[in-house]
């Protein structure tokens, strides 16, 4: 079955920076594009980044744009997420999913900004 395991999540201060990590099994990783998606308390679903099968073309939110980059390994079934100069307003739960949001929600991972 498809399973997505994020991990990287932290607590760091504001303008610090963080890597996420998305671990993919039981999915066809290198045909399939990927999304990092973040929930804050009382917010619903957000989707922060999207990236192609071949990881030639990405897609920022706003407010992350020029801060945050989003990668994948196809070798390793890897996505990545750069988060550089972070904001308390990136706190939040950060997921992984397919682009079509095909896979079943995990934990994620918990992402703290705070002084």
């Known amino acids: 079955q498809v399973q997505l395991v994020e991990s990287g999540g932290a607590l760091v201060q504001p303008g610090g920076s963080l890597r996420l990590s998305c671990a993919a099994s039981?999915?066809?990783?290198?045909?399939?594009?990927m999304a990092w998606y973040r929930q804050a308390p009382g917010k619903q679903r957000e989707l922060v980044a999207t990236?192609?099968?071949?990881?030639?073309?990405?897609n920022y939110a706003d407010s992350v744009k020029g801060r945050f980059t989003i990668s994948r390994d196809n070798a390793r079934n890897t996505m990545y997420l750069q988060m550089n100069n972070l904001k308390p307003e990136d706190t939040a739960v950060y997921y992984c999913?397919?682009?079509?949001?095909?896979?079943?929600w995990g934990q994620g991972t918990q992402v703290t900004v705070s002084s």
């Open positions: 999913n397919t682009g079509r949001e095909s896979a079943n």
């Open positions: 039981g999915v066809i990783f290198s045909f399939t594009r």
């Open positions: 990236i192609t099968a071949a990881g030639d073309i990405t």
